[in-house]
Every structure is written in C-alpha cells, then in structure tokens.
C-alpha cells in the first residue's frame, strides 16, 4: 500500500491552509509562493482522491473531508507535540554519571574520557 503525504510537506501546507482558510496566507506563513501552496494541495488531492477545499467561496472553506482530514491531523499533531514535549523532559532527568579519578591518571585518561 503507498503512503500518502498527509505526514509530509503536503499535509503540514493542508493544515496552515486550512487553519488560514487562505492560501495567500498560508504562503505568507509558510514563506512559500502560492503557486507551490496551490501544488501541493492539488497532489495531496490527487493521492486521496477526495477534494479537501471548496475554492468556490470566499474564504475557502473545507469540504466535510477536508474538515475530516483537518481535525485528524490536528489532533495527531498535538499529540505528537505533547509526545515530544514529555520524551525531552523525561530526557532532561536523565541520570548524571560521576566519576572521580586520581589526579595522576588524569593527565593521560581524563582528555580521553
């Protein structure tokens, strides 16, 4: 089964599209020109096969699939954030080893250690 880009570049332009509800503004976010928002929106539409905006009303707004898709995504980013969040804490605590050598050794093995 091919994997689909929601995990890449396409689902994190998806997600500030759909969080700006624009697409001028979500290459003003993202630093990026519209014409490459538009792009990867179109092939992250393509590889599910489902529209995701509806670019017929002003502001686009999202199709019930997009708006599926958005609040899947959001919560599985959020998620992940408060993962990571509590792995670099728990990381943060990590024990300390201390260790004391006679100060002849340290000359010749302390550069080493």
Do not use: W
């Not at 994190?12 to 020109?33: C, N, P, Y």
């Not at 539409?45 to 699939?65: A, C, F, G, Q, Y």
């Not at 609040?71 to 990590?94: G, I, M």
């Amino acid at each position: 089964m091919k994997q689909t880009s929601v995990f890449s570049k396409h689902g994190q332009i998806f997600l500030t599209v759909a969080e700006q509800l624009s697409v001028v503004k979500a290459a003003d976010v993202l630093g990026m020109k519209q014409s490459s928002i538009s792009y990867h929106l179109n092939q992250l539409e393509k590889e599910l096969n489902v529209p995701l905006l509806d670019r017929r009303t002003k502001p686009i707004s999202l199709t019930p699939e997009g708006k599926l898709l958005f609040d899947e995504l959001s919560y599985e980013q959020r998620h992940l954030t408060e993962f990571l969040s509590k792995l670099q804490q728990k990381n943060l605590h990590a024990p300390v080893i201390r260790f004391g050598i006679i100060e002849s050794l340290s000359y010749s093995l302390g550069t080493d250690l």
